[in-house]
């Protein structure tokens, strides 16, 4: 203590003491942000307590900026390419490298304990960097959709970092050399406690491996792999006695070899791969204890759907295919009224390969509406749509964070568009929303529709419009509201380069859009209505792209433009133009 | 002029400088007639989207007697051929002008609608998150390796 009174200051009559101690309870960055304004002093304060930053763009600022307003965090987000990278939209090389990120965070963050990459470039020598010198201190790593490592680098971080308690690789794209990496892994650690390479191409892991891991690490909780013949993981099930979560496998051998397989009694979140109508009674000793259930790569049909969920009272998150269909989603509303989170992805376009009753629309959405009440998520591809089935979800989902709908194009004709009314009555109720997507098509919602939802839209800090408003007016009525918005996203829809530039300046939250599909301009200068200080603007041409199957697809420029600390990028990729080069 | 002749006055051959002479031979025609003629030819000169100009141009007949007389409110059909069904309606001028402006905006507006639904619809297709393209393409292997026909595609059942 006599240190401390040494260089002890007073705010409003406080020690320091004090409000080191207050701010440990505080973990809200917003919270934070509000605090560290108050003074010089508390800012100081609040940077020395910080445990944790996520940066939502990787050039927004620098390392060394983050050394400096944060030097003792714990624990680091950082994000790379735009969503739209999810869906096969940006270019490979468009950047979000970790390297310069890792460099300085082995050598000066000397807290670091947690580091999560996610749509980031990063290499092998990155990951032994981080194994050399953070190795001994690392406990979470997250590689979530990154790409250009192998298995090497794997090896890297397996073999130092011997205090790793969360692995996560979901959905990288790894050059798979060997399973050297996971062998490591169970020789070298005890106290792993998740385990993730789910929709990743790893195929060389061995299941004597996965066993091993299931033995020495009793606090094994989670465990997500690709594809293993699941008959093989009867040793590690057997093993994995703390197992609380599973996804992965698949089903390759007769149906009835399944039958006798034990699971561990814990087991409550469950993602069975390629699992086929024949296979789902496995799931019935437990069906009851489920709070999670993955049905996205599973082989059922709408019975199949039907017959399952009504054996799952709680059920708190649901994921599946459209193939669900409205009658899984009335059973759903019927059975599951904990359901807290729900997704329903796009199946097949062929019909041959999906159900028949594989579509989903307002009525199963009314359903949903009326029978969970307590839901915070929902994402959902519809292929039919009504005002009155929106109108409903505003009226009794009161808990709802994030709304996301994608109107699908197979139908000609939908029963009730616009949707104008229904998206009001849908915003207005919902006042918790935090996070909003509608896509739909040309007719879907007017430009009084785009207006209510800058009117409606309190809260609202991310967006994606897709297909929505008929003219530029449209969108400056919607910029003119959209108090929170932090991030926007757009596609497909008809506004100039000029009504995107205005709107910008009008949405005083705004740090981030993202277009793509706009009526330009013949010289591109339009754009330079929203030039201001920090705002950086990169233009991604249009350019052909090779589908896989021999088709060539043209995809459309797009506009990325952020606030940033950091100036202009220094390693744009030939794909990507910065706008001020455009103007010189 | 007698009653039962037909008088013929071509206004065609007459230069500029006759101007008034035409004016005069104007003034000895027929009223109704006159209107009649005017009519018609008032109609023409909106059907052909001329200007109304004050200089004779005996080379268009239209622009001959706009300039120069004072419009009557008369009313003449306007013939409108639409999918398939013909109408004929009197209208005045200023109904036939505002008819014929209607028409042009209708067609400029659909115009740009369908030409942007085409540029966007057709570069913007809706695209497929990359876990679920993996693993409906893995499915489609599967269903295909499975299929009783996958090795034997030439034989007979």
């Keep these: 203590m006599d240190d401390r009174s040494f260089n002890n200051q007073r705010i409003h009559g406080m020690s320091d003491v004090v409000f080191e101690c207050v701010l440990a309870y505080i973990h809200d960055s ?27 763009l990787c050039y927004t600022t620098t390392p060394k900026q983050l050394l400096r307003r944060f030097p003792f965090i714990e624990s680091l987000k950082l994000k790379g390419k735009p969503r739209a990278a999810m869906y096969n939209l940006i270019p490979e090389d468009w950047g979000g490298f970790a390297t310069p990120w890792v460099e300085e965070l082995s050598k000066s963050f000397s807290c670091l304990k947690a580091l999560h990459f996610r749509r980031m470039i990063v290499k092998d020598e990155d990951l032994e960097l981080l194994a050399r010198d953070r190795g001994h201190v690392l406990q979470v790593l997250k590689l979530d959709k990154c790409s250009g490592f192998s298995t090497d680098g794997l090896l890297h ?44 191409d790893l195929s060389q892991v061995s299941f004597n491996d996965l066993e091993l891991i299931a033995k020495r690490c009793k606090s094994l909780v ?37 039958a006798s397989l034990a699971y561990p009694p814990r087991l409550c979140r469950l993602g069975l791969n390629y699992m086929s109508t024949n296979e789902m009674p496995i799931v019935y000793p437990f069906a009851s204890r489920l709070k999670k259930l993955d049905l996205l790569y599973a082989l059922l049909d709408t019975e199949d759907h039907c017959v399952l969920l009504q054996r799952c009272p709680n059920l708190e998150v649901l994921e599946a295919r459209n193939v669900i269909g409205d009658r899984g989603l009335e059973v759903l509303a019927r059975s599951c009224k904990k359901m807290k989170r729900l997704r329903i992805e796009r199946g097949a376009d062929e019909q041959e390969l999906e159900d028949e009753e594989g579509v989903v629309s307002q009525r199963g959405l009314t359903a949903i509406a009326q029978g969970c009440l307590d839901l915070e998520y929902i994402a959902v591809y519809v292929s039919d749509i009504t005002n009155a089935a929106l109108e409903s979800m505003g009226m009794n989902l009161k808990n709802l964070c994030d709304f996301r709908m994608v109107l699908l194009d197979k139908e000609e004709v939908i029963t009730d568009l616009p949707l104008d009314n229904g998206i009001r009555s849908l915003l207005s109720g ?44 449209g969108l400056l009525g919607f910029s003119r509201g959209c108090p929170s918005l932090q991030k926007l996203e757009v596609r497909g829809c008809c506004f100039s380069e000029k009504a995107l530039a205005m709107a910008v300046l009008q949405l005083r939250s705004l740090r981030y859009l993202w277009v793509q599909g706009y009526r330009g301009s013949k010289t591109g200068f339009d754009l330079l209505t929203m030039a201001r200080p920090f705002w950086n603007i990169e233009i991604i041409p249009p350019r052909k792209v090779n589908c896989g199957d021999g088709r060539e697809m043209e995809h459309p420029a797009h506009i990325l433009a952020y606030y940033s600390l950091a100036g202009p990028r220094t390693d744009f990729p030939p794909s990507v133009i910065p706008l001020a080069s455009i103007t010189q | 002029m007698s009653e039962s002749s037909t008088i013929e006055i071509d206004f065609f051959s007459k230069k500029a400088s006759d101007r008034r002479d035409i004016q005069g031979m104007i003034s000895k025609i027929n009223p109704e007639l006159l209107k009649t003629a005017i009519a018609s030819a008032s109609a023409n000169s909106f059907v052909a989207n001329t200007s109304f100009s004050s200089s004779l141009q005996l080379q268009t007949p239209c622009n001959q007697n706009c300039g120069v007389v004072n419009m009557p409110v008369t009313v003449a059909p306007m013939t409108i051929f639409y999918n398939g069904t013909v109408s004929v309606f009197d209208v005045t001028s200023n ?42 393409e893995k499915r489609k292997e599967r269903h295909e390796a499975m299929s009783p026909y996958a090795c034997s595609q030439g034989s007979t059942s």
């Design chain 1, 30 to 56: 917003r919270d934070r942000q509000s605090i560290s304004l108050v003074c010089r002093r508390l800012c100081e304060l609040e940077a020395q307590t910080r445990k944790h930053v996520t940066i939502a």
């Design chain 1, 430 to 473: 919902c006042n918790k929303l935090r996070r909003f997507a509608l896509y739909l098509r040309p007719g879907g919602l007017t430009d009084v529709g785009l207006t209510y939802i800058g009117q409606h839209s309190q809260n609202i800090r991310w967006m994606l419009l897709g297909y929505l408003g008929e003219s530029d007016s």
């Design chain 1, 157 to 200: 971080i397996c073999s130092s970092c011997r205090n790793l308690k969360v692995l996560f690789l979901e959905e990288s794209q790894v050059i798979e050399k060997d399973g050297g990496w996971l062998h490591e892994l169970a020789m070298n650690n005890t106290q792993l406690e998740a385990l993730n390479f789910y929709m990743t």
């Design chain 1, 222 to 258: 989670s465990v997500k792999i690709g594809d293993c013949e699941i008959l093989d993981l009867v040793g590690f099930f057997r093993a994995a006695v703390s197992l609380e979560e599973f996804s992965g496998g698949c089903f390759n051998k007769q149906s009835e070899e399944y």
């Design chain 2, 95 to 136: 109904q036939a002008e505002s008819i014929l402006k209607l028409a042009e905006s209708v067609n400029s507006v659909s115009k740009n609608v369908v030409e942007s639904t085409r540029v966007i619809s057709n570069d913007l297709p809706m695209s497929r998150k990359r876990s679920l393209r993996m693993f409906l």
